[in-house]
Structure formats: C-alpha cells, structure tokens
C-alpha cells in the first residue's frame, strides 16, 4: 500500500472542519482589520529564500524542498509565506505606489524537519503582512490581531516580545555578544561557534541547556537599543497594557529568519507539548529593499494552522437542513426530485437506497439533520408528506407540492 509521506498529513471529516472553522474565522477577523486576500505560488526560486530568509538560517541551510526542474530552474517549495508575498508586491510595483498595503493568505509551507508531534513537512499557515507603515502602532495591530482570531477561537495563549533593534544598534550589540561568546568558546556546543560566524545573535537561542545557563550573563539587545528603537518598544509595551493584552518580555527571542528588525514576538501555547510556538511575526523594514524594491517598512505575522487545530474549541453544532428518505424503491424519484429543489436554499442529505424508518432516523442523526421526512408508497398517495421537527419534535403535515 502507498502511504503519504513522512510529515504530510491528510486533511478530512472532523479534522476538515476544524481546519475550515480556522481559516473562516481568521479571515473573518484580517478583515475587520482592513486585509485583502493575496494568494503566491507555492513554488519559487530558491534565490528568494536565499536572500530572505537567509541562508544563515536553519530553514535555508537545513529544510528547504529544493531541486532542479526541467527547465534547469533552481526552485523550492516555499518554506513560508513572507517571501513571496514580498516577492509579489515589488513585482507588481506596489512599493512604487506608496501608501498602505495589507495582505492575508493561507496555505500550505514545506520544510523538510524532523517529524514529530506538532511539526510536519508539509504544514498550514495563516499569515498576514503589512506595508508602508513604519508606525509601531501597525505593530501593535499585528498583535492584536493574533489575539483577536486566538480568542475568538477559544485558544489560550502567552505572547513573549522582544526587540532586534536596527541598522544603528544591532551591529554593536553584535560586535558585544561575539566578543562574550569568543570569550567562553570552548564552554559552548559546536553550533553556537558556528553561528559566531553566520548569525551570532542566533546563539541566542540555542536549545542546549549548558550554552543557555552562559547566556543568562550576556549583554542584552534590549539592554542596547538606539534611541528610536528604545522609544518604538516603550510605546509598543504602553499599547499593550492600554488594550488590556499580557505579554512577556524574552531578550533570547530572536526568531528563525534573518529578516527581522526591531519588533519580534511570539505566541506559544502551554497545552500542546514542546512544539508550543502557534504564531510567530515582527518587523522587517529592511526586506523590501534586500529584495531590490523601494525601501518599505513592513510587519507581519503567521500561525501554524495544524497546532492550532488542537486547541480550537468549536462552537457547539446545531441541528441543519433536511434529510429525505425513501421508505421503498418506487419512492427513490420522487426523493432525488424533492432534494433537487429544495437543495436551492436548504442542506439536504438522501440515501439512495430504500431503507425502514429505525435506519433512515440513525442516518438523519449522522448528518445531525434538522429536519426528518420519509416518502413511501403512502405519500405518493396522498400527495402529503409529513415533516419532522428533530429539535422540538413537533411535526407538520403538507402537500408535497408545497415542500
Ligand atoms: P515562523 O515562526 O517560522 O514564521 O512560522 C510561523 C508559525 O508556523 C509557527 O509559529 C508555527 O506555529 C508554524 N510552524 C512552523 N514550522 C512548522 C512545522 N514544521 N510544522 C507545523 N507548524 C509549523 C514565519 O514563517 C514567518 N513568515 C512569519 C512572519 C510573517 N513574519 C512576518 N510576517
């Protein structure tokens, strides 16, 4: 038997739903918030997440779906979202056009990890990015907006925040955390020496308990941040506590990808086990431009769909639309015919089989049917039929015509 591959999942019956219920919901709430739907291609150069992403990045360096096509294209299954989004809007000249641009998408993302609970090949994202604004308050919609589609799904969630500050004081704050971790090389792992000379603040976060009992000590990006950026992360934090939405401060989130300057946050959930990261995003004023666009500041975020599956409380299922039966063979017509009309406005369920009233009662239960009506050798009779309230069992007796 062929199965599917390691780490990509089907998506069907409950599990759909819940899928489905996400999105809409989400969607619902970007919105509200003034979004517009972008759809990207799933394939792209891999020149594009080479230059954004970053090739000192794990996802770039470890877990891309890389390969040759047939026409000797370098292409890759996009690892994330953002990439191409921005790869769309300089293409398509918004970042000459100015003004405010604000995108929401979702779908599928490859990154070729290590399976395990929580962590596919082939995941869903729902993400959102936003252009043109460098106001710290866009930021603080893209938080809220997260906290919007959590609590309307039912999700608890910790938000934890940082700031990766910028052109002016990243570079020193580096040049300080190199010269920390040079001083303690042989104490951390063989990666952590690694990154000193690809990406050092990713040492930042290491998963390796000894390399972060030494980090505890180390200079703090927040602790260094230039006036500007000091000012954006105090109104950000103010904005927060005004709308009533908790967070934390982590100085070691430094996030995955190599884009992202000032604002980064993260929403984890403490009910899914290790892999607790639903939702991820922050600031990347500089990618427009890595990407050759006008310089355009931009912020935005995604949630990984399958984790957040697990958490969705799903509002409680009311009883829906008809299920039509037919009690003998010769009725079968007349019940395809019935469904076929009222199908226009209505969910109508059949059996194409002719079954008793005890099988037909277990079928309209399944589909959780509100309405019950049997058609047999009577009904076509008479020329009534008799339609069963399944909620508060009442019951009306009409001419079929009327139906
Ligand atoms: P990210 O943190 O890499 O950010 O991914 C966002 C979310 O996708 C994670 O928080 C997690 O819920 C989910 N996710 C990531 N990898 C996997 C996996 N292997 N299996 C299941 N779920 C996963 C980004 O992708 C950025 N593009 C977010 C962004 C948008 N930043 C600015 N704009």
């Known amino acids: 038997m062929i199965k599917s591959l390691r780490g990509m999942n089907d998506i069907l019956s409950e599990d759909y739903e819940r899928f489905t219920y996400f999105i809409n919901?989400?969607?619902?709430?970007?919105?509200?918030?003034g979004f517009h739907f972008i759809e990207t291609p799933l394939l792209e150069e891999t020149a594009l997440f080479k230059r954004s992403v970053g090739e000192s990045s794990d996802i770039v360096g470890k877990e891309m779906y890389q390969f040759i096509d047939k026409g000797e294209n370098d292409v890759c299954l996009r690892p994330e979202g953002t990439a191409g989004v921005v790869r769309a809007f300089i293409q398509k000249k918004l970042d000459k056009a100015g003004g405010l641009h604000r995108y929401f998408y979702h779908g599928s993302m490859f990154r070729y990890e290590r399976p395990q609970k929580g962590r596919l090949r082939q995941f869903h994202q729902f993400g959102v990015e936003s252009f043109g604004s460098e106001s710290v308050y866009e930021d603080a919609n893209m938080i809220m907006m997260v906290a919007d589609i959590l609590d309307a799904c039912g999700i608890g969630y910790r938000l934890q925040l940082n700031s990766l500050g910028d052109s002016m004081c990243m570079p020193t704050y580096r040049d300080n955390l190199v010269k920390f971790v040079e001083r303690r090389k042989d104490d951390v792992c063989e990666?952590?020496?690694?990154?000193?000379?690809?990406?050092?603040?990713r040492v930042l976060d290491c998963k390796n308990g000894k390399c972060q009992e030494i980090?505890?000590?180390?200079?703090?990006?927040?602790?260094?941040?230039?006036e500007s950026c000091d000012t954006d992360f105090t109104v950000l934090k103010k904005i927060l506590d005004t709308n009533e939405i908790k967070y934390e401060i982590d100085t070691n989130l430094v996030r995955g990808l190599d884009y992202y300057s000032k604002t980064a946050f993260e929403f984890v959930s403490d009910d899914i086990g290790s892999q607790s990261a639903i939702a991820g995003g922050g600031r990347y004023d500089r990618l427009v431009e890595f990407?050759?666009?006008?310089?355009?500041?931009?912020?935005?975020?995604?949630?990984?769909?399958e984790r957040l599956m697990e958490l969705i409380k799903m509002p409680e299922q009311t009883k829906e639309?008809?299920?039509?039966g037919a009690l003998d063979e010769n009725a079968v017509d007349l019940v395809v015919q019935l469904a076929h009309k009222k199908r226009r406005t209505d969910k109508v369920t059949i059996d194409y089989k002719a079954k008793n009233f005890k099988n037909h009662i277990k079928g309209a239960d399944k589909v959780n049917a509100k309405y019950f009506v049997l058609i047999g050798s009577n009904e076509i009779q008479s020329?009534?039929?008799?339609?069963?309230?399944l909620e508060d069992k009442t019951e009306d007796n009409i001419p079929i015509e009327e139906f």
């Open 25 to 33: 919901t989400a969607t619902d709430v970007a919105q509200k918030y």
């Open 191 to 201: 990666d952590c020496v690694r990154r000193l000379d690809t990406n050092p603040i």
């Open 215 to 226: 980090y505890v000590n180390a200079p703090k990006l927040i602790d260094n941040l230039c």
């Open 291 to 305: 990407l050759d666009g006008k310089p355009t500041p931009a912020v935005g975020f995604a949630m990984g769909i």
């Open 321 to 324: 639309g008809y299920y039509i």
């Open 383 to 389: 020329g009534a039929i008799v339609i069963k309230n």
